[in-house]
């Protein structure tokens, strides 16, 4: 067009002598240089893909967070992060252990569909793509840091650089594979990853390729001898006296299917001393610790990101893998349905996203259909997770209402478990726990009204003035595990 301008200012003009000419000449080319140099910047920013930071902290659960409003707990990086971005306080996971909420992160779909439902099921089906293969396509570099933990390779589930230890570590002195190799390391757990991602990023940054990471963390999960050995001087910021008891304990059984009470939920927590306060304010201790030292070198991660001038175009999303029981209702561990094993985190930051907070109800197996969609690449269209870009802010907000519920499943029983299933709103919960052999004979059933019991403390099924919301409740749930059992028998 530029060319065309020219041409035809030439043929109208007649001749004009050789200065004349080459000044005209100048003068276009000075503006055209002007005019289109500052747009063809911005196109080239405006066309940048955008790099993601995938944090999954381990046995996170949501109220271990300063932001939550928890008073005693030190989180101020992760906080900064939620401050600067978009806080989620009611997300949950599809199934709260390691195993399955990584499955069902990678794949965007609940256990009954990507095949892994607990430690023993833990191979993600063969030809479900990972969200790292999604990336991978689309010339992400793609790269996983920290506890892996199915039995698929990172490499076969789309990750192209690996430095990372599988399943029960100590938290001191673990031994990594860096693509493929074993690697001696020395020190704290969460600093080795993070000086692993660091390093990474410092070697990539240079490159014009986009990035997908997805940073495991450790720590705020029990280690290989059942404790939680945080730095010395992080304890010491805890002392155990002043350490909270759950205001579900003692516990009372009544209202909860009573299998709990005998078998290892409740018994494991039994051997942890937890019938006396001490050992249990002192593991609360340990846990409290531990989630603040995997602070601390997140911290160091996010400071790294802004010195390498990442941050404006960088998001980093933060998600608990599963919740954990610090002695409320007499437990310990997670899997069970109640607030504290299946609630989690939820924090994204990133370019354009807003500071703020929803109490929308959120999934783990959000994450992969949202940063797809923050990227631009197609999402799939039968992956189970929703995209809740529009909510950050950065896009459409004209979609239609969030979900009203979310669906939770637990059929294999893990931990001493019987199979069991819930539907949570923002008000209510139901769960439904069916027998060990007979997986289709319902056996306890048990209704919360969350928005004035937080604590699950009072089951109304029996409740006569709640059984219109118990039957709709019911239909729900039923149609939920109609669906789940349907799938996981594929
Ligand atoms: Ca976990």
Same mark, same amino acid.
């Given at each position: 067009?530029?060319?065309?301008?020219?041409?035809?200012?030439?043929?109208?003009?007649?001749?004009?002598?050789?200065?004349?000419?080459?000044?005209?000449?100048?003068?276009?080319?000075?503006?055209?240089?002007?005019?289109?140099?500052?747009?063809?910047?911005?196109?080239?920013?405006?066309?940048?893909?955008?790099?993601?930071?995938?944090?999954?902290?381990?046995?996170?659960?949501?109220?271990?967070?300063?932001?939550?409003?928890?008073?005693?707990?030190?989180?101020?990086?992760?906080?900064?992060?939620?401050?600067?971005?978009?806080?989620?306080?009611?997300?949950?996971?599809?199934?709260?252990?390691?195993?399955?909420?990584?499955?069902?992160?990678?794949?965007?779909?609940?256990?009954?569909?990507?095949?892994?439902?607990?430690?023993?099921?833990?191979?993600?089906?063969?030809?479900?793509?990972?969200?790292?293969?999604?990336?991978?396509?689309?010339?992400?570099?793609?790269?996983?840091?920290?506890?892996?933990?199915?039995?698929?390779?990172?490499?076969?589930?789309?990750?192209?650089?690996?430095?990372?230890?599988?399943?029960?570590?100590?938290?001191?002195?673990?031994?990594?594979?860096?693509?493929?190799?074993?690697?001696?390391?020395?020190?704290?757990?969460?600093?080795?990853?993070?000086?692993?991602?660091?390093?990474?990023?410092?070697?990539?940054?240079?490159?014009?390729?986009?990035?997908?990471?997805?940073?495991?963390?450790?720590?705020?999960?029990?280690?290989?001898?059942?404790?939680?050995?945080?730095?010395?001087?992080?304890?010491?910021?805890?002392?155990?006296?002043?350490?909270?008891?759950?205001?579900?304990?003692?516990?009372?059984?009544?209202?909860?299917?009573?299998?709990?009470?005998?078998?290892?939920?409740?018994?494991?927590?039994?051997?942890?001393?937890?019938?006396?306060?001490?050992?249990?304010?002192?593991?609360?201790?340990?846990?409290?610790?531990?989630?603040?030292?995997?602070?601390?070198?997140?911290? !160091? @991660?996010?400071? *790294?990101? #802004?010195?390498?001038?990442?941050? %404006?175009?960088?998001?980093?999303? =933060?998600?608990?893998?599963?919740?954990?029981?610090?002695?409320?209702?007499?437990?310990?561990?997670?899997?069970?349905?109640?607030?504290?094993?299946?609630?989690?985190?939820?924090?994204?930051?990133?370019?354009?996203?807003?500071?703020?907070?929803?109490?929308?109800?959120?999934?783990?197996?959000?994450?992969?259909?949202?940063?797809?969609?923050?990227?631009?690449?197609?999402?799939?269209?039968?992956?189970?997770?929703?995209?809740?870009?529009?909510?950050?802010?950065?896009?459409?907000?004209?979609?239609?209402?969030?979900?009203?519920?979310?669906?939770?499943?637990?059929?294999?029983?893990?931990?001493?478990?019987?199979?069991?299933?819930?539907?949570?709103?923002?008000?209510? !919960? @139901?769960?439904? *726990?069916? #027998?060990?052999?007979?997986?289709? %004979?319902?056996?306890?059933?048990? =209704?919360?009204?969350?928005?004035?019991?937080?604590?699950?403390?009072?089951?109304?099924?029996?409740?006569?003035?709640?059984?219109?919301?118990?039957?709709?409740?019911?239909?729900?749930?039923?149609?939920?595990?109609?669906?789940?059992?349907?799938?996981?028998?594929?």
């Amino acid at each position: 067009m530029i060319k065309r301008t020219i041409y035809s200012s030439i043929i109208k003009e007649g001749l004009p002598d050789r200065g004349t000419l080459l000044l005209k000449f100048l003068l276009i080319w000075l503006c055209f240089a002007l005019s289109l140099k500052p747009a063809s910047l911005h196109q080239n920013i405006a066309e940048q893909s955008p790099n993601f930071i995938v944090i999954y902290t381990d046995d996170h659960r949501w109220d271990a967070l300063g932001k939550s409003g928890n008073a005693l707990i030190d989180t101020p990086n992760i906080d900064s992060l939620a401050n600067s971005g978009y806080y989620f306080p009611n997300s949950f996971v599809t199934l709260s252990i390691c195993t399955p909420s990584r499955a069902a992160f990678l794949t965007g779909r609940y256990g009954s569909r990507n095949g892994v439902m607990s430690q023993r099921q833990n191979t993600v089906k063969r030809g479900l793509k990972s969200v790292a293969h999604y990336f991978q396509e689309a010339g992400y570099k793609t790269s996983v840091f920290g506890k892996w933990h199915i039995s698929n390779s990172p490499e076969s589930m789309g990750f192209d650089y690996e430095y990372y230890f599988h399943g029960l570590v100590p938290y001191w002195d673990v031994e990594y594979t860096l693509n493929g190799q074993k690697v001696k390391t020395k020190g704290f757990v969460e600093d080795v990853t993070v000086e692993g991602a660091t390093d990474y990023l410092r070697e990539i940054s240079g490159s014009n390729d986009p990035f997908f990471m997805w940073l495991n963390t450790w720590a705020p999960h029990m280690d290989e001898d059942f404790s939680w050995p945080a730095k010395g001087r992080t304890l010491t910021r805890y002392p155990t006296e002043s350490m909270p008891l759950p205001v579900t304990w003692p516990p009372d059984f009544s209202g909860k299917p009573q299998y709990i009470k005998s078998n290892r939920p409740h018994q494991r927590a039994l051997e942890y001393g937890y019938s006396r306060s001490y050992p249990l304010k002192s593991h609360i201790r340990g846990y409290y610790a531990a989630v603040t030292d995997m602070d601390a070198a997140l911290g !160091k @991660l996010f400071e *790294t990101v #802004d010195q390498l001038g990442l941050s %404006e175009n960088t998001y980093i999303i =933060l998600m608990g893998d599963n919740g954990w029981f610090m002695g409320e209702h007499g437990l310990t561990s997670k899997v069970l349905a109640y607030e504290e094993s299946i609630r989690v985190p939820l924090i994204v930051s990133g370019p354009k996203v807003q500071s703020s907070e929803s109490d929308e109800l959120m999934l783990n197996i959000d994450i992969m259909p949202t940063a797809l969609d923050l990227a631009g690449i197609h999402i799939p269209s039968d992956i189970q997770g929703k995209s809740f870009k529009h909510l950050l802010g950065t896009g459409n907000t004209k979609e239609g209402p969030w979900r009203d519920h979310v669906f939770y499943e637990a059929p294999v029983p893990v931990h001493g478990t019987q199979p069991h299933y819930a539907i949570r709103t923002k008000e209510w !919960k @139901l769960i439904q *726990t069916y #027998d060990l052999k007979k997986p289709d %004979e319902l056996i306890f059933e048990e =209704l919360y009204h969350i928005a004035s019991d937080p604590n699950e403390t009072n089951n109304l099924s029996m409740n006569p003035e709640q059984k219109p919301i118990l039957d709709s409740l019911r239909v729900l749930l039923e149609e939920r595990i109609k669906k789940s059992r349907e799938a996981a028998s594929i």
